[in-house]
């Protein structure tokens, strides 16, 4: 079974009402694209002191940089080594924004889901079978 970074304060508190369509909105799903970006490409290239620094203060807290580090090595061990980024999936359907991103490996591809805050920091991250 693929290892699992679950930070429950992401989804945990997110409604099944869709966001208002406003510019903000627009603008946090923006940031968290990027955001998300730089996260994989951190955690791709081994720089996961960086990848850390895109988490929330809470995030940051539950989740330190060996925890982090363990988690993507977990998903390389199960999946393969690294090859490639996919293109990403913005998603607004809940109050907060998320982005899924197909990401290749060796034997299989990983679906990594990033959810962001309004600031634009992750509040949490999800490997799964792409």
Known sequence: MLPSLIAALALQAMPAAPMPDHGS??????????????????????????????F???????????????????????AGGYRDVGQAKLST????????????????PIAVSVVCNGAGQVEGIYFRPG
């Not at 995030?59 to 998903?75: C, D, I």
């Not at 359907?93 to 299989?108: D, I, K, L, W």
């Open 25 to 54: 909105d627009d603008r946090a799903g923006q940031a968290c694209l990027g955001r998300s970006q730089a996260l994989i490409e951190h955690m791709a290239h081994g720089r996961f002191d960086l990848a850390h620094q895109t």
């Open 56 to 78: 929330s203060p809470k995030l940051a807290k539950a989740v330190s940089v060996q925890k982090l580090t363990q988690n993507w090595q977990g998903v390389e061990k199960t």
């Open 93 to 108: 359907e809940h109050r907060e924004p998320m982005v899924t991103t197909t990401v290749a490996f060796a034997r299989e």
